[in-house]
């Protein structure tokens, strides 16, 4: 006899679709079970007869040949262990097939017969539904992340038990009820940290502005204590909403890598990852024998910080090179290629110099200029060059530590950067990929950032003097868009070219030549 199940797995953040194939004949009882299964799936069959006993089936004898097609994908993951039951229970007929062929199946099981739940549910329910298939089955820690999909029925069940009960009689059981659009006003931001509590630091604050308005990469360089990693954890405070395709886009990212918690239906709130120095590449930018995703992509549609920025090993920052200008990571193995998107907002800071105080080379105990080129040497420059703001930040003085006057809210902030967002998202409308002004390549840039004389010539000057790359006139071109935008104003002047030079630091002489 033969029995077929489907099931599917995640191939980066999109699936595909998977035959559980189970054939049982006579002969000496045997189990064999074929389709490049990793370790987890291989155990499967000890996890399988346990929950079937203790849900009151039995496990067939006979010589038993389970087939994961197609044969030459990698299976990885312990979600094959409902649908190859549900197989064994449909060829040794303890379970009525009439909706087997209709549905895909998903689950993880315990001994007892529970189901635990698995990873990349999200993108697994999206395939469903294309597939036009009636019914998706998960465990039920999986079923509000499933029911976010529109379009197929999700039938979300606490044991193995109650999954054969449902086959036999459909009405043991409903499908879920999900209103996407309502749950992701429900679960609506709920920021607990704020800018009102930063104290002075005006000029990095409106850096910050700078930066959110338009999602341009900064780097903060300042000495310790001057709150360079306090106010990068406010950045997302002052971010625009996620909409629900971001959201939901984002989600199937955090499923993909097994980061929602049980019963976590949406990421409604913008990513903010913040990595140790000691990250190895792969652990940034993904990868692995099965590739996954990394850190940056794990901070899609919000911010990757990396505090103390030389600390990192070089090999690791020089692999976001890519992905910063791209949008996405590509990995490439052996048997698979996958792509995860990675539009991220890079927030990197960093001491002055290894003692940790603005560089003086008349300090007798300060750093030498040997010691200096080998700390700022870690950054290369063209990753520098995909900074667009370098920021300056001093620390604090006593009388603004002890000023009782409260700094402005993130949400009035906030309300400034969505409206400067609104002006880029009627500018780009149409264009694909591109959604605010740091997404411009070049010859959009060009287009859209007309400059008048004066502003042509301030530009020309700093270019000379700073010896700036074309990269560099590119970053300052998108700066001055946003800060014209923030300002309301149709055309970019002098001034907003002005601010945005203004924030090249670390393109001045003694930095890095």
């Known amino acids: 006899m033969l029995s077929k199940v489907y099931c599917a797995s995640t191939i980066g953040v999109d699936a595909r679709l998977i035959e559980v194939e189970v054939n049982m004949s006579g002969g000496v009882p045997k189990y064999y079970l074929v389709g490049l299964p990793d370790r987890a799936v291989s155990e499967s069959k000890d996890r399988i007869d346990a929950a079937l006993k203790n849900a009151g089936a039995h496990f067939p004898r006979g010589r038993i040949t389970v087939n994961l097609a197609p ?4 299976k990885e993951g312990s979600a094959f262990d409902l649908p190859i039951a549900l ?6 007929d303890q379970i009525n097939i009439e909706k087997l062929s209709r549905s895909l199946v998903l689950g993880e099981l315990a001994l007892d017969g529970n189901l635990r739940a698995v990873k990349g549910v999200l993108p697994i329910a999206v395939e469903a539904r294309n597939r036009e298939l009636d019914y998706l089955i998960v465990p039920k820690a999986n079923g509000a992340e499933a029911g976010v999909v529109d379009g197929i029925k999700v039938m979300a069940f606490e044991n193995l038990e109650q999954v054969m009960r449902w086959f036999d009689d ?6 879920l009820q999900i209103d996407p659009k309502k749950l992701f006003h429900q679960n609506g931001e709920q920021d607990i940290l704020d800018f009102v509590d930063v104290r002075g630091q005006e000029n990095v604050k409106r850096a910050l502005e700078v930066s959110a308005a338009g999602g341009h990469n900064l780097i903060m360089v300042g000495p310790p204590g001057s709150g360079k990693t306090m106010m990068a954890r406010r950045l997302p405070t002052i971010l625009p909403p996620l909409t629900l395709d971001e959201a939901l886009e984002t989600t199937k990212i955090h499923s993909v890598a ?5 019963g976590k239906a949406l990421v409604t709130n913008r990513p903010f990852r913040s990595p140790h120095h000691t990250v190895s590449d792969v652990a940034l930018v993904g990868g692995g024998s099965i590739p996954m995703p990394g850190e940056i992509s794990m901070a899609h549609n919000g911010v990757l910080f990396l505090d103390e920025l030389p600390e990192f090993k070089r090999s690791a920052l020089e692999v976001m090179r890519q992905p910063l200008e791209d949008g996405f990571v590509s990995i490439s193995r052996a048997r698979m290629s996958v792509s995860y998107p990675s539009r991220i907002m890079l927030v990197a800071s960093m001491n002055p110099s290894p003692t940790g105080d603005w560089f003086d080379p008349d300090d007798p105990d300060g750093s030498t200029n040997i010691q200096m080129q080998r700390y700022l040497g870690k950054i290369s420059g063209p990753l520098l060059d995909r900074i667009d703001l370098h920021i300056d930040v001093d620390k604090v003085s006593y009388e603004e530590l002890s000023s009782k006057a409260k700094g402005e809210s993130s949400g009035d902030i906030r309300k400034r950067v969505i409206e400067a967002r609104e002006i ?8 694909e990929g591109v959604y605010c002004n740091a997404q411009m390549n070049t010859k959009l840039a060009r287009k859209i950032c007309p400059l008048d004389d004066s502003s042509q010539a301030m530009l020309k000057k700093a270019m000379n003097s700073l010896g700036l790359s074309a990269r560099a006139y590119d970053r300052i071109l998108k700066v001055s868009r946003t800060i014209a935008d923030l300002d309301r104003s149709e055309t970019i002047r002098s001034h907003h ?3 945005a030079i203004q924030y090249r630091s670390l393109d001045r002489d003694g930095w890095l030549g």
């Open 497 to 499: 070219i002005s601010e």
């Open 258 to 262: 097994g980061l929602l918690s049980n």
């Open 87 to 92: 197989s064994l229970l449909a060829v040794s």
């Open 170 to 175: 459909e009405s043991t059981h409903s499908p």
């Open 424 to 431: 880029q998202g009627h500018r780009f409308l149409g264009i």
């Open 71 to 74: 044969a030459d994908l990698p």
